[in-house]
């Protein structure tokens, strides 16, 4: 059967390190109660014929394994999640990389670096190429809150306070980032936003030196961490606070 391949959307060329495979996991049980998410870690991944490999990770997508964001890159996605029916994440990131599905929600079970199981719901994203081929595919991670956890007091936040988390985007740009984020062509965004494809790799180009970012999938991901959608929704939406009045 031909496996789909992403080209690399890393911003520099990884080659796949020998790594001791993680320990095999059990299938996480059918009625396991879902705990309360308490955060969202963010990753890019890419093909090889044989697994999914992690290009960058933010340090909440690797600490649950007991690695940094540097050593989790060059595992292999697979290794670290797994779920309940065998291949099924590897036939979801098929159909995601053929195009026949722009994202998709597994629930998954993963081994903490004590050795014990941790449920988690991943979701991932498909980001199309210039070429509106798919060019790589942006991974989140709702990871459960700590049973002993005691959420501390949260200030209000404020327009500034956003402000600061992350850049204000015009309405426009806020539209392209959406666009971006569904895995949508720069041919698609230009005819759906009535706009030349020139301006709209004009647009993502701002939005990429803006954003510190070297493609499209690493400009997604930055906004997910930065938290600039909204939580759960799809298609995704810029929050207003990110957008200039």
């Given at each position: ?5 992403f080209?690399?959307?890393s911003?520099?060329?990884?080659h ?9 996991l059990?299938?996480?049980?059918g ?8 955060s ?26 007991g690695l ?30 053929s ?15 004590a ?21 790589g ?11 002993a ?18 850049p ?5 740009d806020?539209q ?18 009535y706009l030349s ?10 939005m990429?030196?803006r954003?510190?970012t070297?493609?499209?999938p ?10 600039m ?17």
């Amino acid at each position: 059967m031909a496996t789909t391949s992403f080209p690399d959307a890393s911003p520099r060329k990884h080659h796949r390190k020998a790594r001791p495979a993680p320990p095999a996991l059990p299938a996480p049980l059918g009625n396991t109660p879902r705990p309360p998410s308490a955060s969202r870690a963010v990753c890019t991944v890419r093909s090889f014929p044989d697994n999914l490999v992690i290009t960058a990770a933010e340090p909440e997508f690797a600490r649950p394994f007991g690695l940094s964001s540097g050593e989790i890159c060059g595992y292999g996605l697979l290794d670290l999640l797994h779920s309940a029916v065998p291949d099924r994440l590897r036939e979801q990131f098929v159909a995601l990389a053929s195009g026949r599905q722009p994202r998709f929600t597994e629930r998954v079970t993963g081994k903490d670096s004590a050795g014990a199981l941790f449920h988690a719901d991943m979701t991932a994203i498909a980001v199309r190429g210039l070429a509106g081929g798919t060019s790589g595919a942006v991974v989140l991670l709702h990871l459960p809150a700590p049973a002993a956890a005691v959420p501390a007091a949260t200030p209000p936040v404020t327009r500034s306070a956003v402000a600061h988390a992350g850049p204000l985007l015009s309405a426009l740009d806020a539209q392209v980032l959406e666009g971006v984020a569904r895995g949508e062509s720069t041919v698609q965004l230009a005819s759906r936003l009535y706009l030349s494809r020139q301006g709209i790799e004009y647009r993502i180009g701002q939005m990429l030196r803006r954003f510190d970012t070297p493609n499209r999938p690493a400009l997604v991901s930055r906004a997910h961490a930065l938290g600039m959608f909204a939580a759960g929704q799809w298609p995704p939406r810029v929050l207003p606070e990110h957008v200039k009045p």
